[in-house]
């Protein structure tokens, strides 16, 4: 695809529901970031995937948070059991050379 | 201590002067040093990326690094209102994994 691609844009769920939050990136690129960003803050490091190396989720804040990368491209994101402070923009982004990303719109997660 | 930081600002700037725009990182085993731009409400964009020691230049802007010192800057010249932004500095660790500083605000004033 001509960027990479993320849906939903925006998502307003209640509070102890189930979110997923999916990542389409740039075509042949190896490698897929998630970073979570709040509002006024920088980004946080979520989970860095990297072709079919075991991804580093170093960076999920808890066990309700997981990620799957299918094929090596499309990754979706799931929150389970949502709680107000997981309300934040969601930012995927991918590389085909290091470091160097191409990112997202973003998913607008807000929980009430 | 966070792995790559910032003054968060605003940097407040007469239009047509120079933005500097500092950042340190605590992995000594960082290589690669990238500054990205985040317009409000928009996704970061990579703007300018350094690799060795010393000045990088392209077009307005000139990254320049020191990596005894931890230390990476990023100048921007004859600074226009279009400039007014968040400018992350972005690190890749020793592990391959980009860290964000928090971002410094950026306000280009006519």
């Known amino acids: 695809g001509a960027g990479v691609s993320q849906s939903p844009s925006n998502k307003v769920t209640e509070k102890g529901k189930d979110v997923e939050l999916r990542c389409d990136p740039i075509?042949?690129?190896?490698?897929l970031y998630w970073y979570r960003q709040s509002l006024g803050q920088g980004l946080e490091f979520l989970i860095y995937?990297?072709?079919?190396?075991?991804?580093?989720k170093s960076g999920l804040p808890s066990d309700r948070f997981s990620t799957e990368r299918t094929g090596g491209s499309v990754s979706t994101l799931t929150i389970q059991r949502t709680q107000q402070e997981d309300s934040a923009v969601y930012l995927c982004?991918?590389?085909?050379?290091?470091?160097?990303?191409?990112f997202g719109e973003g998913s607008r997660l807000t929980v009430l | 201590q966070k792995e790559v930081e910032q003054n968060s600002g605003p940097l407040s700037v007469p239009e047509g002067a120079i933005a500097s725009l500092n950042c340190t990182y605590s992995?000594?085993?960082?290589?690669?040093f990238f500054w990205y731009r985040q317009y409000s409400g928009k996704s970061p964009e990579l703007i300018m990326f350094?690799?060795?020691?010393g000045d990088k230049e392209d077009g307005r802007f000139t990254a320049q690094l020191n990596k005894a010192s931890q230390y990476v800057s990023l100048l921007i010249r004859d600074s226009q209102p279009s400039d007014s932004a968040t400018y992350l500095c972005?690190?890749?660790?020793?592990?391959?994994?980009?860290?964000f500083g928090a971002g410094t605000q950026v306000v280009v004033t006519p």
């Open positions: 982004a991918s590389s085909a050379d290091l470091a160097k990303l191409f």
């Open positions: 972005a690190v890749e660790d020793s592990w391959g994994k980009l860290q």
């Open positions: 992995d000594r085993g960082s290589q690669s």
């Open positions: 350094i690799y060795s020691n």
């Open positions: 075509s042949g690129h190896t490698a």
């Open positions: 995937f990297q072709g079919n190396s075991a991804p580093d």
